[in-house]
């Protein structure tokens, strides 16, 4: 189990220029924007416009600060309240519009191609669901014996299922070829 510290991630332009995003987590280790097989982000979205395209990618977004976004898939408008996670593919075109001032956004993308995922809320004290890969906390409290915050994130393996009193958001990776 490895606890990566918000405070600690460093802020890096996102793909279109827009905004800035910070690294989680990525596979395999070192990969760029242009070859991991998942990568696990943050996101401060501070004005509306739209996202980068992730081509071949799925991409759940998980609004974790703030009052939420609307989300434009060029049909209408998604109303992307905080803390409902929402899947769509990379490769989508999507502008974002802020519903009550700036957010922070958790983003987990995967190649799909090699890989699934699934992204759930999880209340305090729930069990820990098959193929968690990464805790994100959404309330400080303590999460396998570590005290955590907002953002904080722990990176577990398959057999680690630490318990936690915090409200966190469970990031689930699976094979490309899950039915």
Not at 97 to 114: F, I, S
Request: proline share 10%; hydrophobic share 45%; net charge negative.
């Amino acid at each position: 189990m490895k606890l990566v510290r918000r405070a600690d991630l460093v802020p890096q332009p996102w793909k279109n220029g827009g905004g800035v995003t910070r690294e989680i987590a990525a596979h395999p280790p070192g990969a760029g924007l242009e070859d991991f097989d998942w990568r696990l982000s943050m996101a401060e979205i501070a004005s509306d416009g739209p996202f980068s395209a992730f081509p071949g990618i799925d991409r759940t977004l998980t609004v974790i600060e703030g009052d939420g976004l609307a989300l434009d898939f060029g049909a209408g408008a998604v109303d992307l309240p905080a803390l409902r996670p929402l899947a769509f593919p990379g490769e989508a075109p999507v502008a974002a519009r802020l519903r009550g001032g700036p957010v922070t956004d958790l983003n987990v993308m995967t190649r799909r191609a090699a890989l699934s995922h699934a992204v759930r809320l999880l209340p305090p004290g729930a069990p820990i669901p098959a193929g968690t890969a990464a805790l994100v906390a959404l309330t400080n409290g303590m999460a396998g014996g570590q005290a955590i915050s907002l953002g904080d994130t722990l990176l577990i393996e398959p057999d680690e299922m630490p318990q936690s009193d915090a409200t966190m958001l469970a990031v689930m990776l699976f094979p490309a070829d899950r039915t």
